[in-house]
């Protein structure tokens, strides 16, 4: 099944590296909150990560084309940020090799950003971070950065990645901040870099994200729509059910 | 509703799903939208980044269907997003959003915060 996808490094990593994805799902939060990380400490990109699964497409910057699914690093992080959604067939596949390939190539972590959509997001000024933890030990880690998540569903290619690392013993944090489900939510983004700079001591600046949270919006507003498409093909709306078992 | 009409919101809801928003031919931008059906009344949001406060219309135009204007603070151009071979400026957010049950006019209100827009209409009785 893994080399369905396939995760391409063309350079060195550490021995040891925390690996933070940045894939589309709720608010955009961990595309707009990775590539806010990316920009600021000036990542370089080491690989990508491609797949026939995927679209046929690359992403032109500065007229050089792109794969839209891009591995960056810097020092111990990696951060791996999508430009397109994620089709619903290659999700499996997807986290499957993201989780291989970060264990092969000796992540001590994996970090996963992302929103957890409330219905009453308009009303909520400070959206919280919550944190869903392949082993309970790793609450150690959090720093106060997010409230440990009990119950509840989590649907998708963190879903599947946290329960891949628990299978294998590799500690993954999926952090999941309060969103908008449809919309980009900058704010949102902000907040989660907030708790990032928390558990990993990372200063990035979010002012940025405030400041253009207009045409951040704005210049997501298709890769939102596309996504929007394939959450409602891994019926992505059922984290919002209450699991039926407890304790 | 009949079958024609039938297929020809299903072709509108196809439509706007495939393309990409930005409606070169008229101008306007097609905003990202949601429609929440509640046992009283149906709640549509939508997210309109610049959009100017003062200037968003919203019109009943069937029972079941409404229309959505509103203008953005300034020209968006999408060369100052880095599309330097598209040049066209929009200034003006439109959709028409079909409700999926019949929808009192009197009783509409909207509110615009955090630059998303909420309207809420009664459902008929």
Redesign the interface.
Known sequence: MTDLVRVVQKENLPRKFTLMNGLPDVGLVGVVAGSQIVSTLRMKEVGTVESELFPPLVVLHDGVPKSPIRVFAKESLAVIIAETAIPAGAVYPLAEAIVNWASVRGADLVLSIGGMAVQNRQDIESPKVFAALSDKKLSNLLNGAAEVLGEGYIVGAYALMLKRCAEIGLPAIALLTQSFYNYPDPEAAAAAVNSVNKILGLNVDTSELLRKAEEIRLRSKDIMKRTQTEMARINKSQEYDVPPLYG | MNFAEYLRRTEQIAGK?LT??WNEASST?E??S?I?LGAREVVV?M?L??VDPNAVKVDVIADDTIEVQANTKHK?CLKD?GVKHRGTEFTLYHTVIHMPVPVDEKGMTHKL????L?IHLPRQT
Do not use: A, N
């Open positions: 799903m990409s928003g931008i905003p990202l949601d929440i949001t997210d980044p610049y968006i997003l915060k955090r630059g998303i909420e």
